[in-house]
């Protein structure tokens, strides 16, 4: 008034819980056409104690450094503020305070229930990155403590946390004044830069926005992506009246200024133009100097052959290039069927996009709905439009079904344009999410996941399939296991996990999120513990979790097993097959081959990825089945075992034009071949075409295969002799199992069934077995057991002689002790070392019993373990529990356990681990 200045705020935009983004306040800049605000996310925990919530309107003031600023007093409309729960506001203030020097909480101690127990407030801002944690642990209760209603808190700077920093940009999208251009639904965008991309972004359209010649103002937040290169825009409603024609979307960053234009001015509708609603720009601007060229690239999906291949769900597509991909497209318009995805079916596709530069990799997948939605894919192939086929690049799937119900259970697939172990190239991500003991904490909702590393992102993954099949997913207090293949993305610094809020019950309580890395060796915990749900906390159904530990795990590789069954007749089996491989640098564990498939029938190729201990050079494998099952018989005609090394391989050469190339024909020639180091494929391949079965050869139902062309090792046999002491009830009816060490490795576990004797280890009784399997060498020990079946289980045993066939050596291992529960010390098992025959001969003469004993002992380690069974209800178990110990020289093998609310176990005589 006394200067006459006439001071202008525009603002055009709602004060409205239910309208454009929710807010009734606002932080308004003199003369601006644009917003500036900073948002914060402001997280209010509200304690767990009787009578913590309260019904008071909450407000909060954040100090800026050394508190020359401040936010004013903000109002936090729309929390719950209940006992043991977190609400979650997005701030938007005109001013950067972050890092903050302390926050001012408070109530208007209004209403019925006005006391209020505060635990702590969290604040992060994306602009900054800085998340701070402000405890509080009191009421803020006139009549509670000391009556105060408002508090200053401060922070607790070992709890701070960095995260990823965005920017605040102008947004603003021009509908066309067309008839017909605007659209109800809701518009999603992605933007890319030469420094990555940002998230997917929805702009929910709740107050008429999009419509006919109108300009939509947004604020949103990016990452530093550098110059931008491209947006990809679209809506998801692929309905007659929700058809959108887009003029041009332009971006400003909200403190330099920086402005890039992307024209379209295009239908984004089923029914106009090319029929798409999705549409790449390429950006303008005065930082552009040549916008990049759009291009359509010429997709060919090929269907398999075989009865069930074809396919009736939704199928998307996403092309990944040197410069970018494509995003998730729904391949809906078919250039040359009208029924696609039809067994034998070539599908062809045009995918419009930005240029891509070389395509290394695509995604391609379905929703899995409807009925006999699996889907059997052959191949894909990609090509730019106009270019000719021998330009195309071809994308095996390499005999894949994409099917909950087959192989490994996947519906969407990585696939690289490699058809030797191209399973290999991609990394399996084991993620276990836990669901809240919170009631209604479960969902109906399908829930999905993006994974974020220093070399890229997952993207989004629909978890659908679960590796431990509980049934109901997200069950309350319940832990679900999904598997996630992808290229290798790093070290993992996020994720983003919600769910389409979909179902009855699609509200869910997120407890928290561990991703297990075994080819990284890294484990990593991601805390939640909020509502995933638009009725409580900040009404997100998405949310982005920071991980607050990382865990060293053993690092293992991928192998891939490709395992032939032979064409005889009945050579199929129903029985579990296990492999285990051995090599230069130790063995794997004892590895069940299976899927989600009839596997192994009668002249079928089928293809495992494991992940395993890395080896090195393989000597051997031994593969065999558990005789379980009708017909349990197997014919394995032979098994390939591949993995991934580095080794040096030709550079890849760049285009030249057809002059140049004359011109250097006879120099390269000349030249030597330049070379890099890259991954590459190593095969063994292990023939047999045997029989693995106790009705035919050997009765054997294991073999150990040498590799193809190997000739450093060769097949060899032992014999086993096992004396029975002569003792009262020194007999056993039980099934005894033996495994035989040496310098070259083991035999593996063999039942010993096949005696000289019809009745076997009867008292006073030598039973003589044949043991075939690669030759060991030296032999160091064995393992000795029985399975405790019988009435009659308890076993007194005298000693094994082995006798190497190879060279008619022959080794001694005493034991003269029991194997029984009840006698001794209650084992079941023994490992024995063989000792000189000057042993064996002196074992009539006075202490020499004692020796032996010494000889023994020296060589073995005893080893306790404490197990304590959990006191919730129901904790206990009926069943037999076992264990083995493994060590960086060999493992226990299995050890039966006794039932106890607490037991100790004793591995006795275990050589060394």
């Keep these: ?35 500036t605000g900073i948002m914060y996310n402001v997280q209010i925990v509200t304690g767990n104690l009787h009578g913590s919530g309260t019904n008071s309107k909450i407000h909060i003031v954040m100090h800026g450094t050394k508190g020359m600023r401040n936010s004013g007093k903000v109002f936090l409309e729309g929390g719950s503020f209940e006992r043991g729960l977190t609400d979650i506001f997005m701030v938007e203030i005109a001013a950067l305070l972050s890092p903050l020097s302390r926050v001012t909480i408070g109530h208007d101690n209004d209403g019925l229930s006005a006391g209020w127990y505060c635990e702590k407030v969290v604040v992060y801002c994306p602009f900054t990155g800085i998340e701070q944690t402000f405890p509080c642990g009191k009421w803020l209760d006139e009549k509670e403590g000391d009556g105060l209603i408002e508090r200053e808190l401060y922070e607790m700077v070992s709890l701070r946390h960095k995260r990823q920093k965005k920017h605040p940009w102008s947004l ?7 008839p017909s251009a605007g659209t109800d ?57 929700a058809g959108w024609h887009l003029s041009k979307v332009t971006l400003i960053k909200t403190l330099t200024k920086e402005k890039y234009t992307f024209p379209c001015e295009r239908w984004l509708d089923i029914n106009e133009d090319d029929n798409e609603v999705v549409r790449e720009l390429p950006a303008t601007g005065d930082l552009i100097d040549e916008p990049l060229p759009l291009i359509k690239y010429r997709v060919t999906v090929c269907t398999g052959n075989i009865g069930g291949s074809g396919t009736d769900a939704s199928v998307f597509l996403n092309l990944i290039g040197e410069q970018g991909d494509t995003g998730d497209r729904q391949l809906v318009n078919c250039k040359n069927n009208a029924n696609k995805f039809e067994k034998g079916n070539f599908d062809e596709f045009i995918v419009e996009a930005v240029n891509l530069g070389p395509i290394r990799r695509l995604r391609i997948g379905h929703n899995g709905k409807g009925r006999g939605c699996g889907w059997f894919l052959g191949k894909v192939t990609v090509r730019e439009e106009g270019q000719a086929e021998a330009h195309a690049v071809e994308f095996p799937c390499n005999r894949l079904w994409l099917d909950r119900y087959e192989d490994d259970g996947q519906i969407v697939r990585e696939l690289v344009p490699f058809e030797d172990g191209q399973r290999l190239y991609n990394i399996s991500y084991h993620i276990a999410v836990k669901t ?97 749900c638009k009725d409580k906390a900040d009404g997100k159904t998405e949310v982005e979790i920071y991980p607050s530990e990382i865990i060293d795990l053993e690092l293992l590789i991928n192998y891939e097993i490709t395992v032939i069954t032979g064409d005889v007749m009945f050579a199929g089996t129903n029985a579990n097959v296990f492999i285990q491989i051995y090599g230069d640098k130790g063995k794997t564990e004892v590895i069940t081959l299976q899927s989600r498939s009839n596997n192994y029938e009668r002249n079928t190729t089928e293809i495992f990825k494991i992940e395993a201990k890395d080896v090195g050079k393989i000597f051997k494998i031994r593969i065999g089945h558990d005789g379980s099952g009708t017909g349990s018989g197997w014919f394995l005609e032979s098994v390939a075992v591949k993995h991934l090394i580095m080794a040096m391989v030709p550079k890849e050469k760049k285009k030249e034009d057809k002059k140049k190339k004359k011109k250097k024909k006879k120099e390269e020639e000349e030249e030597d071949v330049e070379e890099e180091m890259q991954e590459v494929v190593l095969t063994y391949h292990f023939p047999c075409s045997r029989w693995l079965a106790g009705g035919e050869e050997d009765g054997e139902l294991l073999v150990e295969l040498l590799p193809e062309d190997e000739e450093a090792l060769e097949a060899n046999t032992y014999e086993v002799c096992v004396f029975t002491g002569d003792m009262l009830g020194a007999g056993t009816d039980a099934n005894v199992y033996i495994n035989i060490y ?146 960086e020289n060999d493992d226990t093998g299995t050890k039966r356990t006794q039932r106890s609310s607490e037991e100790r176990i004793s591995f006795r005589n275990v050589t060394n681990l």
């Design 1 to 35: 008034m006394g200067n006459k200045i006439v001071y202008e705020f525009p603002i055009n935009r709602w004060f409205a819980l239910d309208e454009d983004d929710g807010k009734i306040q606002r932080d308004i800049l003199v003369g601006g056409n644009q917003p």
């Design 742 to 887: 040496g310098e070259n490795g083991d035999t593996g576990e063999r039942s010993l069934r096949n005696s000289d004797n019809l009745n076997k280890f009867e008292r006073g009784q030598e039973d003589v077995f044949i043991v075939t399997g690669v030759d060991l060498g030296p032999l160091r020990k064995l393992r000795i057991r029985h399975d405790n079946s019988k009435s009659f289980s308890s076993w007194y045993l005298d000693r094994v002689e082995i006798v190497d066939t190879k060279d008619d050596t022959v080794y001694f291992f005493p034991c003269n002790r029991w194997l029984a529960v009840d006698e001794d010390d209650g084992q079941i098992a023994r490992e024995l070392v063989p000792v000189d025959e000057a042993f064996m001969r002196r074992d009539e003469e006075e202490g020499a019993g004692a020796t032996l004993g010494l000889e023994q002992k020296s060589m073995s380690t005893t080893y306790t373990i404490k197990i304590k069974t959990g006191e919730k209800k129901y904790a206990g178990t009926d069943a037999n529990v076992f264990a083995i110990l493994f060590g």
């Design 436 to 532: 809240g003991e919170v009631a209604g904490g479960s969902s109906d909702s399908n829930v999905f996941v993006k994974l974020y590393g220093e070399k890229g992102d997952s993207s989004k993954t629909m978890l659908v399939v679960s590796s431990n099949d509980l049934g109901n997913y997200f069950e309350s207090g319940r832990v679900d296991i999904f598997t996630v293949e992808t290229y290798d993305i790093g070290q993992i610094n996020r994720l983003i996990i919600g769910h389409t809020n979909n179902g009855m019950n699609a509200g869910w309580f997120l407890d928290s999120v561990q991703i297990m890395v075994p080819v990284h060796g890294k484990k990593y915990m991601f805390p939640s513990h909020r509502w995933l």
């Design 185 to 241: 639904a809701d518009i999603l965008f992605q933007v890319y830069g030469d420094k990555g991309k940002s998230d997917e972004i929805k702009l929910d359209n709740k107050s008429d926005n999009f419509e006919q010649g109108q300009i939509d103002k947004f604020i949103v937040e990016l990452p530093d992506l550098g110059k931008l290169t491209k947006l990809r825009i679209w809506h998801e409603k692929r309905s007659t009246f």
């Design 172 to 178: 603003w999208i021009w509908t066309s004044d067309l």
